[in-house]
């Protein structure tokens, strides 16, 4: 069974880091794109960044930019979002998902999903 748990998340002031966790299980990394996710209250869900171990890219939304970095840890099966420079715009719940292909799936949809950690940055 494939679970990813997402950690991390919690209360910081603005202009302060976090370093957000996804440990996945029941699969590996291989062939697969791992991604974190955001939803604000009130807003659609949007896409933050994405690791591919498919084709070996990273991405970024243009929010994410030069502030959020991602990572990982294969032989653990831990991606990391490190979240710095923080923003009230930045407070959400933010999802780790996964899906095997390519970097598309982080445009196009991913297969599984975490249940979420919380992140609130306050002014």
């Known amino acids: 069974e494939v679970q990813l748990v997402e950690s991390g998340g919690g209360l910081v002031q603005a202009g302060g880091s976090l370093r957000l966790s996804c440990v996945a299980s029941?699969?590996?990394?291989?062939?697969?794109?791992i991604g974190w996710f955001r939803q604000a209250p009130g807003k659609e869900r949007e896409r933050v960044s994405c690791?591919?171990?498919?084709?070996?890219?990273?991405h970024y939304a243009d929010s994410a930019k030069g502030r959020f970095t991602i990572s990982s840890d294969d032989a653990n099966n831990t991606v990391w979002l490190q979240m710095n420079s923080l923003k009230p715009d930045d407070t959400a719940v933010y999802y780790c998902?996964?899906?095997?292909?390519?970097?598309?799936?982080?445009?196009?949809?991913?297969?599984?999903w975490g249940k979420g950690t919380t992140v609130t940055v306050s002014s």
């Open positions: 998902a996964a899906g095997y292909g390519s970097s598309w799936r982080c445009y196009y949809g991913m297969e599984y």
């Open positions: 029941g699969f590996t990394f291989n062939g697969y794109t």
């Open positions: 690791i591919s171990f498919s084709d070996d890219t990273t």
